[in-house]
Structures are given as C-alpha cells and as structure tokens.
C-alpha cells in the first residue's frame, strides 16, 4: 500500500468506524501534480492538464454514484484539475450536475482553488422557447441553475454550447460576457462553432472585453473537421483547443473489437454511440490498434496523443467509465511522440487505402520527387521492387 492509500485508510479508522470507502474522508494525493502536464490556452495564463475529465456519461442518475465518485477522486489523484459539464448531462438532463455537486461536497471542496469546472447551455434543457439556444434569457438562467446544481459559487469556464441561427451572435456573446462580469464565471468559451462563426465571436468577445478562452470542438481520428480552417483561426486569435469526444466515444480503443460489450456505450439504450456506427468502423480499428501495439501503447493512448502532438491543442477532454480506463489514458503521456513513419501509417489507415509497407516507401519517394529531393538509391531500388509486387 503507497502513503497516500495509506493516509486514506489511516483518516478512515480514526474518523469512522465503518470502512466503507463511500464513508471514508477523501485525501488528494499529495503527489498529483508531479505527472501531469499542463498547457497554457492558447496565449491566455490559465494552464489545463494535457487530459481533461468529461461528465457527458457515466455520472448521470441512471449511473452507479459511486463509480462516478471514485473517477473523479481518481482523476484528480492524477493532476486532472478540470472536469467539464453542461446543463443537459445525465441523464436525465441536469444529474450529472447534482451528482458533481454531490462529489464537490463529499471530496473536492477542500480543493476548489485547484479545480477548473465547466459548464455549457444551448442544448435543450426546460420547456419553452427558453430552455435551449443562445439567448441573454435563456443562457443566463441557465447558468444561474447549473450553480445551483453542483453548489457553486461561480464557474472557471462558461460556454456557449452551440450557436445560435436565430440570434444574433452579439446577444450570445453579451450573455457570457454578463455571466464574466456577474462573477459566475471567470472565463468563457465556444463549442460547435464554424471557424468563421469562431472568428466573429472571438471579435465581439474582444470588444465587449471578455476575450474567449476555448473553444470545444469534435475532434479525433476519425472527426477531423477542425484541421481546415478552425484550427488556424484559433491560433490566430490565441483561444486554447480543447476536443471533445477524442476516443470516438470509445471506438478508437480495443473495446470493440471482437463485438460490442455489455456494458459499453454503444450497448445502452441512452448512450450517444449507437449500435450501428461500431461495425463500419472495425476494420480501421483493427488496423490503428496494430499500429499502437507496435508503439508499445494502447489504441486509447496513440489517439490521444496523436491529438496532442499539435501543439494548438491545449488538452484532450476524455470520458471514462472505470478509474482503470483514466489510468490508461493518462498513461498515453508516457510517450508522445511519433515517427515519420507511424504517421504515415496512420494516414494511410484513416484514408481507408490498404496497408502496405512497400507501398509507404513509394509514397515516400514521390513526395521526395514532388519537392525535387534527391532520390536515394536503395529507396530507388524498394520502389522498383514494389511495382513490380503490384503488376
Ligand atoms: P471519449 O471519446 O473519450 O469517449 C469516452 C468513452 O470511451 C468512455 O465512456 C468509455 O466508454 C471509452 N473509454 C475511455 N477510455 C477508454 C480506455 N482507455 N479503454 C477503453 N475504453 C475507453 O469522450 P466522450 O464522448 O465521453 O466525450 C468526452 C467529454 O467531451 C464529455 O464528457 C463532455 O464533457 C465533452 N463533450 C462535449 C460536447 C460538446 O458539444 N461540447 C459533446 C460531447 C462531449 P464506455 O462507457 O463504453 O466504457
């Protein structure tokens, strides 16, 4: 048993007679920030840990509260100081919120100044025509309920969870910069904005003089919109980057590969992974996850660090149902870094042609061609050998 597990169970004898973890005093690991590494967003001072905690699943009321609980204890034992939210989480809508509020209460609040918590509001939340979108109204009272929920007093980073086609972009951004200046929220974000719409926003939200922060993208190896355009605006404008759904809801892991487990998102009626969007995916898994093994990582770690080799990208923000699923996430930072080859590898997978090595090495050659480099010869000699393997 390490000091730390055995401080927590020390605390627990004495202050409880019931060992029962649930019962037991949470006591952070005192070394947690000794792995974890931190990046500034985009030109903004606020650092995030290159892996984020995400409460869209797992922490709703039809979710066992304590495997919610022992992730969020856990993350922050390994230097994940940011957990994000929205309004909508569950389900039902709103209970990832309480049950936040629940763990703040139980274990975290001792520790809020080294939290950054999240939240968002525009998807539907409460009837009528103010319950969703980007209104001053409807963003507002929405902020003011997710306090409520999880007991805070304000939050680090407020978002505009999508925007808005029948109000104007200045109504929403005057919201989040009212929430700024009403000291419930300390900075703001965008989420599922174009990049134009990202660059307007990032304007007016310069003007009114609460600069944006973040933005919250889809972004993994299988979405990857964000590379033209967004990604160049963001760096442009100096917000921070922050994917969501960086594990294709856990397609880009070893989960799915012999069918789909009880348990798994995709095998729940309320999981946002549905049944038939697993099968098209199998065979690029197989092969990305070869690929992986050949790294010495698991499929889980080389797509998060393959998001994180751009350096615009300020953390990836993952889900887990299981403190083992967290451990191996994490444990993606142990190695970071990728060869030319892996790359290649790698793209040649994601475009869907067949896997070859012969091939990557033609593929090479012609790219050397292309920008007039010198051919060395025993590529040269692979690549005659290769078309005549594909005669
Ligand atoms: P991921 O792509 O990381 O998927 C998480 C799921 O992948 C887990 O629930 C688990 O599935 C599986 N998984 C995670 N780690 C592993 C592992 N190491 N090995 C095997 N399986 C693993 O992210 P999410 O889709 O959950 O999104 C993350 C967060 O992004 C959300 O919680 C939310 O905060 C944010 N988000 C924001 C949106 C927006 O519009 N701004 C929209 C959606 C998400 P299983 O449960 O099957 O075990």
Known sequence: MDRHNF???????????NLNHKNMLY?????????????KCGKWGLKL????????????????????RAICRHAFDLGITHFDLANNYGPPPGSAEENFGKIMQLDLAPYRDELI???????????????EWGSRKSMLSSLNQSLKRMNLDYVDIFYSHRPDPNTPLEETMMALDQAVRQGKALYVGISNYSAP???KAAQILKELGTPCLIHQPKYS?????????????????????????????????DKYLNGIPEGSRASKSWGFLKPE?????????????DVAQQRGQTLAQMALVWLLKDRRITSVLVGASSVAQLDDNVG???????????????????????????????????????IGGETPSRAEFIQNLAKKFER
């Not at 401080?7 to 007679?17: C, K, P, S, V, W």
Request: glycine fraction near 8%; hydrophobic fraction near 45%.
């Open 7 to 17: 401080l927590n169970l020390a605390l627990g004898l004495i202050l409880n007679t």
């Open 27 to 39: 006591v952070a690991d005192e070394n947690r920030y000794s792995q974890m590494q931190y990046h």
């Open 49 to 68: 840990p290159l892996i984020s905690l995400g409460l869209w699943h797992n922490f709703g009321r039809v979710d066992v509260f304590e495997n919610g």
């Open 117 to 131: 918590i999240s939240s968002k509001a525009g998807y539907q939340m409460w009837p009528g025509p103010y319950g």
């Open 197 to 199: 719409m990202a660059a």
């Open 221 to 253: 190896m299988f979405e990857r919109w964000v590379e033209s355009g967004l990604l160049n605006t963001l760096e442009i404008e100096g917000i921070g980057c922050i994917p969501f759904s960086p594990l294709a809801q856990g397609l880009l892991t």
């Open 277 to 289: 969007q697993v099968d098209p995916a199998i065979e690029k898994v197989k092969k990305l996850n």
């Open 332 to 370: 993606a930072l142990k190695n970071m870094e990728f060869s030319k080859a892996e790359l290649q590898q790698i793209e040649l997978v994601l475009s869907g042609e067949s896997f070859d090595p012969l091939k990557l090495k033609v593929r090479e050659i012609s790219e050397v061609k292309a």
